[in-house]
C-alpha cells in the first residue's frame, strides 16, 4: 500500500457546483436566452467568490450555452444556433451507434427498465412535470448506451446534450410530448425483437424530430 497522506475531499470543487448550478438554469429557462450573465450578481446567488463562477462561465461558453465577447458582453446564448444544430447531429449519430451495438444485446430485464422509463415519461408529461420528463427520457435513452459499452459515446452524449436540452424542456411542454411516448415504444419493440434496422430508423427520428417539429 502506497505511504502517504492525502487530505479528504469534503465537497465538490466550487466551480465544478457553480457550472452545475448556471447550466441546469440555462437549461431549465429560469437564465433565458439572451439574460446577462454578470459574475458578481451570479456569484452573489450563488453565495460563491467570482473566480469559480467565472471559471463556469468559461466552460459553459465552451459548450455553447453561454456567448461572450471580452470587454463586451457575456449572455445567455440563443435556442437555435449552429453550435446547437452541430450537437444535434452528433448526439443523433452516437445514438444511433448505440442503439445498433445494444439491439443485439437487449436482454428482458432492459427492455422491461426502458419500458418503466416510459411508463414515467408518460406520467411526467401527463403531469407536466418537464424536469421528471427529461429524467425519464434520459434513463429510457441510457440503456441502449449502457449496453453499447463504448465510453466515448457515453462521454461525448454527456458533453453535448446539454446544448439540446431546451429544445427538448420546449418539446416536451406541448402536445408533441405525445409523439415522443409512442416514438419510445416503437424503439422498444424494436429492441425487444432485436430489429436494428427499425430500431436505427427510429431513434434516428427520434433526434432528427427534435428540431424539425418546433
Not at 55 to 75: F, H, I, N
Not at 123 to 151: C, F, Q, S, Y
Request: hydrophobic content about 45%.
Amino acid at each position: 500500500m502506497l505511504d502517504v497522506s492525502l487530505s479528504k475531499v469534503t465537497r465538490p470543487l466550487l466551480r465544478d457546483e457553480a457550472y452545475d448550478r448556471i447550466r441546469r438554469a440555462i437549461v431549465d429557462g429560469t437564465l433565458p436566452p439572451g439574460a446577462p450573465l454578470r459574475d458578481g450578481d451570479l456569484a452573489d446567488q450563488l453565495g460563491l467568490s467570482k473566480a469559480p463562477v467565472r471559471e463556469a462561465l468559461r466552460r459553459l461558453a465552451d459548450d455553447g450555452l453561454v456567448d461572450s465577447k471580452p470587454q463586451s458582453y457575456t449572455r445567455v446564448s440563443e435556442v437555435m444556433s449552429p453550435d446547437v444544430l452541430d450537437a444535434r447531429e452528433i448526439v443523433r449519430v452516437l445514438h444511433e451507434f448505440a442503439v445498433r451495438r445494444a439491439a443485439a444485446r437487449c436482454r428482458p430485464a432492459d427492455i422491461a427498465a426502458m419500458r418503466a422509463a416510459n411508463d414515467r415519461f408518460a406520467k411526467a408529461i401527463e403531469a407536466r412535470d418537464i424536469a421528471a420528463a427529461v429524467k425519464a427520457d434520459d434513463e429510457l435513452h441510457d440503456v441502449p448506451v449502457r449496453l453499447a459499452g463504448n465510453a466515448a459515446v457515453a462521454a461525448t452524449l454527456d458533453r453535448y446534450t446539454p446544448l439540446l436540452r431546451r429544445l427538448e424542456h420546449a418539446r416536451f411542454s406541448s402536445a408533441l410530448a405525445w409523439n415522443s411516448v409512442e416514438r419510445h415504444t416503437m424503439l422498444i419493440d424494436a429492441l425487444e425483437k432485436h430489429d436494428t434496422p427499425t430500431a436505427v430508423e427510429v431513434i434516428s427520428t427520434i433526434w432528427t424530430d427534435l428540431l424539425e417539429d418546433r
